[in-house]
T-cell receptor
């Protein structure tokens, strides 16, 4: 089974702190994604990556950056955390195939609270 | 722009009764449609998908979904609900315009199954 592991389930940070959220997948998937989940808004895409060192902005990239130095690892960085970044963060991966129609595989989520 | 709508924030059903969770979509071209489920404090799990072929798609845990092109709908169904089906359900569509990299999610529908 595909396993997507997020390093922290729960984090509490202070405004202005730098925050790292780590995600590792073990199925050699090319694509990796970071979403945030907020009640009533569903999941919104922050960034995605389709290859090592490649990254693309999603729908809400402001205030975030990402790093993909190795194929299996995709990190989300909050350079200076703010209270409006309090949310559930979900990492996902999927394989890249021509005409890929496959589903996403999600981690358990990281619930971040910024005080 | 491609989008997904889940018109109900919450659905209540008695155990043993059939359930339906509604989803409508707006896409250009042929849609790739998905349903995911999220149990409390967990990541999303894939339930089923429609790519092409039979309009009735069967998935995990006894769920099925019916694709209706004329009504642009992809409703999730189950003939007999269980208390353990209580969860948050997300409908999603794959965005072809970004090379299939992006998955767009609805806001989610919370299902309560009462014993």
């Amino acid at each position: 089974d595909v396993k997507v592991t997020q390093s922290s389930r729960y984090l509490v940070k202070r405004t202005g702190e730098k925050v790292f959220l780590e995600c590792v997948q073990d199925m050699d998937h090319e694509n990796m994604f970071w979403y945030r989940q907020d009640p009533g808004l569903g999941l919104r895409l922050i960034y995605f990556s389709y290859d090592v060192k490649m990254k693309e902005k999603g729908d809400i990239p402001e205030g975030y950056s990402v790093s993909r130095e190795k194929k299996e690892r995709f990190s989300l960085i909050l350079e200076s955390a703010s209270t409006n970044q309090t949310s559930m963060y979900l990492c996902a991966s999927s394989p890249l195939r021509t005409l890929d129609t496959g589903e996403l595989f999600f981690g358990e989520g990281s619930r971040l609270t910024v005080l | 722009a491609q989008s997904v709508a889940q018109p109900e924030d919450q659905v209540n059903v008695a155990e043993g009764n059939p359930l339906t969770v509604k989803c409508t979509y707006s896409v250009s071209g042929n849609p790739y449609l998905f349903w995911y489920v999220q149990y409390p404090n967990r990541g999303l799990q894939f339930l089923l998908k429609y790519i092409t072929g039979d309009n009735l798609v069967k998935g995990s845990y006894g769920f099925e979904a019916e694709f209706n092109k004329s009504q642009t709908s992809f409703h999730l169904k189950k003939p007999s609900a269980l208390v353990s089906d209580s969860a948050l359900y997300f409908c999603a569509v794959r965005d072809h315009h970004t090379g299939g990299f992006k998955t767009i999610f609805g806001a989610g529908t919370r299902l309560f199954v009462k014993a």
